[in-house]
């Protein structure tokens, strides 16, 4: 209760304790916990003496508030850190997804002996894995004296998230020699591992383990892991199925449901999905994952009227600027034929990503503009924005669906001189496309 929480504030102050740096980090603890930063750092400002109890008091506070790189701007002000700063900035690195930071953090661990502690591995192996340096992962693991579940779970995570899943079953087995019993952590991982091995009969052994331990009954995530595994595995059935045994759903169970049905394509089932969750899931309240996971499946069926419902609904909070959900937005317009749409939706959210520019070269292939597509792509490259393998996809079939053969070339060449971007088989796909409707069939057969 946090006006109870400031009352104690209040006894202290009355009766002189404020500043004892006890309860002076228990007060940032808590002004931290309910939201009020601001009031946890006023405190702290005003602490005439300050231990590392306070700082990390402070440190964590901003981290678990979402104020990543206020924690590291904080942190330049520190002359030593422990083993519970080094953790707490560790979490800020990732956040910020400030690699160099992380790595000096890294060394500072290393230089005092503190990366030999249990909990600072176990973090250094989860900020590695986030910014994709799996070796720095691996690295970190393979010199732990001792392991714990936390140990496993976090390497084993490191390869399932950068989509290595043969190494992460690897490890998972590896796990069980060690005698190490896995947790919910460990099979939502190992979840999403045979999922992307496209492994349907070991998805089903994950259920059947989950089933016996009790864990559906005891944790919602676990059992949206498993919705999600079967719609990545194709089966959509099966996991409409366990979705409906869920005994519980939040908002992220819905996301889920929806966005599998859209993601193998049946938008019709993840648009009455989504109604269904408006109707009647009590409740829950769609959030950015509903609305980027329903607007693609109103792309697809050309669900224009229910697009803009959405539309309505999010200019009433603003979430239409978010950067996400003002390109699932701009999608929806453009697949629907309103191209006008799409450019003022995306012209009003942040481009300093190639994801929206991406989206609008699309749509304006799809439909044949293939000009408008290039200058799109000129004015991508005048802003300062960095073009990705994405990018030259959707430009190479830009130019392949209005006959634009030299501009086609003219960036299949770009993307490997200025860009390094190796042409993959979807970038020589489109350039067969290219010169095939060029009827430069020699051409196209030499880049078969």
Partial sequence: NM??????HCLA???????????????????????????????????????????????????????????????????????????????ACTEAGDFNRGVMIHLYSIKHGLDSELFV?????????????????????????VRD??????????????????????LFQEMRLNRIQPDCLTLISLASVLAQLGDIRG??????????????????TIGNAVVDMYAKLGLVDSARAVFNWLPSKDVI????????????????????????MEEEGGEITANQGTWVSVLPACSQAGALRQGMKIHGRLLKNGLYLDVFIGTSLADMYGKCGRLDDALS??????RVSSVPWNTLIACHGFHGHGERAMKLFREMLGGGVKPDHITFVTLL????????????????????????????????????????????LEIAFEFI
């Avoid at 590392?52 to 979402?66: E, F, I, K, R, T």
């Avoid at 490191?158 to 290595?164: D, G, I, K, V």
């Fill in 121 to 145: 591995s176990n973090k250094l192996i989860d900020m590695y894995a986030e910014c994709s340096y799996l070796k720095g992962c691996q690295e970190v693991f393979d010199r732990m004296v």
């Fill in 397 to 440: 079939s830009a130019c392949s669906h209005s006959g634009l053969v030299d501009e086609g070339q003219w960036c299949f060449e770009m993307m490997q001189t200025d860009y390094g971007i190796t042409p993959s088989l979807k970038h020589y796909g489109c350039m067969v496309d290219l010169f095939g409707r060029a009827s430069e």
């Fill in 13 to 91: 102050l009355k009766y002189g304790f404020v500043w004892d740096v006890f309860v002076a980090a228990s007060l940032i603890h808590l002004y931290c916990r309910y939201g009020l930063v601001a009031n946890a750092r006023r405190l702290f400002n005003e602490m005439p003496v300050k231990d590392m109890g306070s700082w990390n008091a402070m440190l964590s506070g901003y981290c678990q508030s979402g104020n990543a790189k206020e924690a590291l701007t904080l942190s330049d002000e520190l002359r030593a850190l422990d083993s519970v700063t080094i953790v707490s900035l560790l979490s």
């Fill in 253 to 276: 169970s819905w996301n889920t449901i929806i966005s599998g049905y859209a993601q193998n394509g049946f938008a019709s089932e993840a648009i009455e999905m989504y109604n269904i």
């Fill in 345 to 350: 939706l995306f012209y009003q959210i942040p």
């Fill in 203 to 220: 998805g089903r052994s994950v259920q059947g383990f989950t089933l016996r331990k009790g864990w559906f009954l005891e944790d919602i």
């Fill in 149 to 170: 579940l936390i140990s496993w779970n976090s390497i084993i995570k490191a390869y399932e998230l950068n989509e290595q899943p043969v190494r992460a079953l690897w």
């Fill in 3 to 8: 006006l109870d929480g400031m009352k104690i």
